[in-house]
């Protein structure tokens, strides 16, 4: 991956935290008392430049504008952009609570003719809240404009608006004589400094990025890269298109998006891409868009790069692929190739397909058939929780499980699992003994007899504690699962319906993927 430069966030969160700390150093020696001298005539209410100003001093308060950066973190999380929603939330905390505090340590008094009737016109002086929060705002929006790769005059005219804001909001809190001039600096350099903070800690861009010079030279000479891309998944699909756009061909690609269909989840899609020769294939959906893509591009050698887009990314968490968009786009373009190991199932009589996660049947087919799906849109993985406690109360099912050349073994199972890797959300280890480049298939089965044992098995799968009895693992190269009568099954995450036989069979580092470099 490319060695990033430090970029502008973390100079400027030295200058700023320099700037506020000397500044306040001579705040409170008195060195800067003539500046406080500067100021502007008593305000009335019946002037009307100081009933607009009041006007603009209530717009822009503190808390409409950290409302208005939450509806940011809100937009930014829902876009996958994950690092920019911590730089928000964290900017809006530190800023606020932050100078907050500094108000109490400080406890400087406002000058004499405030109109205290004034909402934000109350309380301590030092350093201006009004100026944190419009400077905390014009660096959290040029850093959104920056990270969705907006054309470069629109990040210059946010710039510009936010320094009018800045020059607006300082002219405006010193006309109503609601600080000295001396809160309104220390509230410009600490809001520089908290948001430059936030932004910084979270690996958020304040500016865009310069192409290093391999990615001009490749540039010159593009390659092609398909990005198979599930609709339903992207809540904004005009910002995901320039952001991929942009990316690509700042890194030497040419994009062809392909959209799924509902009666094609992806396999034409990936088709298309490998009769268009295409040198990478992207996907971007769920873990069921990302199965399909996964078994058509078994053994071509064409890498796949994951955009994670859905509720559970569960290929992506097992290889260490960031869930933020920005950086998953990094590591699709400037990563490395690894080769995982898919698993080959066949359904009944139907014809094989591969898995990339894990296979079920049982429990966790009723969990993913029983979750709704606007649910899963609004709790994210929370969802499947809520239609867990339903599908534990039915009832089990009469289950025989060949293992390779094992004698096979019966049970009276709630829930057996097949799997690639082992991790689920949360970071809970359910295979912990999964590798999916070690050619081997793993096997979770659990039989349950009534609710305290499937409390038992969830416990010793959670917490570090002796595991159940209730519970076998195994693993091999194939496996053959029957059960008494059609029970319902998923795979990669997605109810497929039911079934009464499934067929396993490890295929061994038959899939290139693109992977962060160690």
């Known amino acids: 991956m490319r060695s990033r430069r430090p970029g502008i966030g973390p100079l400027a969160t030295i200058a700023f935290g320099l700037g506020f700390a000397i500044w306040?150093?001579?705040?409170?020696?008195?060195?800067?008392?003539?500046?406080?001298?500067?100021?502007?005539?008593?305000?009335?209410?019946?002037?009307?430049?100081?009933?607009?100003?009041?006007?603009?001093?209530?717009?822009?308060?503190?808390?409409?504008i950290n409302c208005t950066l939450a509806g940011i973190a809100i937009w930014a999380f829902r876009r996958r952009l994950r690092n920019l929603t911590v730089g928000i939330v964290l900017a809006i905390a530190l800023g606020w609570g932050g100078h907050e505090l500094a108000k109490t340590l400080i406890g400087r008094s406002r000058p004499p003719?405030?109109?205290?009737?004034?909402?934000?016109?109350?309380?301590?002086?030092?350093?201006?809240?009004?100026?944190?929060?419009?400077?905390t705002a014009a660096l959290v929006v040029i850093a959104t404009t920056t990270t969705t790769k907006q054309p470069r005059p629109v990040i210059e005219f946010w710039r510009w608006l936010g320094l009018a804001l800045i020059?607006?909001?300082?002219?405006?809190?010193?006309?109503?004589?609601?600080?000295?001039?001396?809160?309104?600096?220390?509230?410009?350099?600490?809001?520089?400094?908290?948001?430059?903070?936030?932004?910084?800690?979270?690996k958020v861009h304040m500016q865009p990025e310069r192409p290093t010079r391999a990615a001009a030279l490749a540039a010159k000479t593009p390659k092609r890269c398909a990005i198979v891309v599930n609709p339903t998944k992207v809540p904004d699909w005009a910002a995901f298109r320039r952001h991929i756009e942009t990316e690509c061909r700042e890194n030497?690609?040419?994009?062809?998006?392909?959209?799924?269909?509902?009666?094609?989840?992806?396999?034409?899609?990936t088709r298309a891409a490998l009769e268009a020769k295409v040198d990478l294939v992207m996907a971007a959906g769920g873990d069921g868009t990302v199965r399909v893509v996964c078994s058509a591009l078994a053994g071509t050698n064409v890498p796949l790069g994951l955009l994670p887009s859905g509720t559970g990314n569960l290929l992506a968490r097992n290889l260490g692929i960031p869930l933020d968009e920005a950086e998953a786009i990094e590591v699709i373009l400037q990563g490395r190739r690894d080769r995982i190991d898919l698993i080959e199932v066949t359904i009944d009589d139907d014809e094989p397909e591969h898995i990339a996660v894990m296979a079920g049947i049982g429990l966790?087919?009723?969990?993913?058939?029983?979750?709704?799906?606007?649910?899963?849109?609004?709790l994210g993985p929370a969802a499947y929780v809520m239609a867990a406690g339903d599908a534990a109360s039915l009832p089990s099912f009469d289950v025989t499980i060949a293992l390779d050349d094992d004698?096979?073994?019966?049970?009276?199972?709630?829930?057996?699992?097949?799997?690639?890797?082992?991790?689920?959300?949360?970071?809970?280890?359910?295979?912990?003994?999964?590798?999916?480049?070690?050619?081997?298939?793993?096997?979770?089965?659990?039989?349950?007899?009534?609710?305290?044992?499937?409390?038992?098995?969830?416990?010793?799968?959670?917490?570090?504690?002796?595991?159940?009895?209730e519970i076998d693992r195994g693993q091999g190269r194939s496996v053959v699962i029957e059960t008494s009568e059609p029970v319902e099954y998923q795979l990669d995450g997605d109810a497929a319906g039911e079934c009464r036989r499934i067929v396993a069979r490890v295929e061994p580092q038959t899939l290139t993927v693109m992977v962060p470099q160690r």
């Open 167 to 202: 020059l607006l909001m300082a002219f405006d809190r010193w006309i109503l004589q609601a600080h000295w001039v001396t809160d309104l600096v220390g509230g410009l350099l600490f809001g520089g400094f908290t948001a430059s903070l936030a932004l910084t800690v979270a």
């Open 24 to 64: 306040t150093a001579l705040v409170l020696s008195g060195s800067l008392a003539g500046l406080d001298v500067v100021q502007a005539p008593a305000p009335h209410w019946q002037q009307p430049i100081i009933q607009i100003a009041v006007a603009v001093a209530i717009v822009f308060h503190p808390v409409v």
């Open 252 to 269: 030497g690609w040419t994009p062809l998006f392909l959209e799924t269909t509902p009666d094609d989840p992806g396999r034409g899609m």
């Open 113 to 135: 003719g405030v109109l205290t009737e004034v909402i934000g016109n109350n309380g301590y002086a030092y350093p201006s809240g009004h100026m944190v929060g419009i400077v």
């Open 364 to 378: 966790d087919a009723r969990i993913m058939s029983g979750t709704d799906e606007g649910l899963k849109k609004v």
């Open 407 to 469: 004698e096979p073994i019966q049970r009276h199972a709630g829930l057996v699992m097949v799997g690639n890797v082992g991790q689920l959300q949360g970071n809970v280890q359910l295979l912990p003994d999964a590798q999916f480049d070690d050619g081997l298939l793993d096997l979770f089965v659990a039989s349950p007899t009534s609710l305290a044992d499937w409390l038992r098995i969830t416990t010793s799968v959670l917490l570090p504690v002796p595991e159940a009895s």
